[in-house]
T-cell receptor, first 115, second 117 residues
């Protein structure tokens, strides 16, 4: 069965500093991996995804993530954090082995960027 | 592009009544739509997957008679919470997939907050 873990409930970063939000996954086949961001009382906004190809994926708002198969990780990164990046971030995985669309979401990591 | 809307954004109802939530893909045709439920400070829980013109596929533990899903067209899916009770109070979010391919991105609606008194 597929699963995804976000080991940090909260990440605190000063504005201008680099940020990392961690994500590890477990699937039986090859993974499709996604990052979404959620602002208060809003739905999720797509940031980026890894399907195949280059392990470094660039997405919206200057975010990027690196797929690391050996470590089964897909950490979200940004070189310079903005206060407006403060939000709830979800990592999600879809297992190609099971097929279909079932997407499992991590518990979420709340990012606080301090001015 | 790829905008998904939900209506209403917020609804308060009395226990025992039914509530319908609409999910629309505004600028694309969605082969597949999904309904999620999110509890406070928790992640999204997939309730069901809905394909246009066919019956929805419900996740284990989700009562299909309580949460009625209709996907009548490629741009509209509805979730009806029947005989709502206070424990059904939650944030309901829909999403839509553009092409139906497995690697496709899901685009999410803004969510509907349901409060059952």
């Amino acid at each position: 069965a597929q699963s995804v873990a976000q080991p940090e409930d909260q990440v605190n970063v000063a504005e201008g500093n680099p940020l990392t939000v961690k994500c590890t996954y477990s699937v039986s086949g090859n993974p499709y991996l996604f990052w979404y961001v959620q602002y208060p009382n809003r739905g999720l906004q797509f940031l980026l995804k890894y399907i195949t190809g280059d392990n470094l994926v660039k997405g919206s708002y200057g975010f990027e993530a690196e797929f690391n198969k050996s470590q089964t990780s897909f950490h979200l990164k940004k070189p310079s954090a903005l206060v407006s990046d403060s939000a709830l971030y979800f990592c999600a995985v879809r297992d190609t082995d099971t097929g279909g669309f079932k997407t499992i979401f991590g518990a979420g990591t709340r990012l606080f960027v301090k001015a | 592009g790829a905008v998904v809307s939900q209506h209403p954004s917020r609804v308060i109802c009395k226990s025992g009544t039914s509530v319908k939530i609409e999910c629309r893909s505004l600028d694309f045709q969605a082969t597949t739509m999904f309904w999620y439920r999110q509890f406070p400070k928790q992640s999204l829980m997939l309730m069901a997957t809905s394909n246009e013109g066919s019956k929805a596929t419900y996740e284990q533990g989700v009562e299909k008679d309580k949460f009625l899903i209709n996907h009548a067209s490629l741009t509209l899916s509805t979730l009806t919470v029947t005989s709502a009770h206070p424990e059904d109070s939650s944030f309901y979010i829909c999403s839509a997939s553009v092409s139906g391919a497995e690697g496709d991105t899901q685009y999410f609606g803004p969510g509907t907050r349901l409060t059952v008194l």
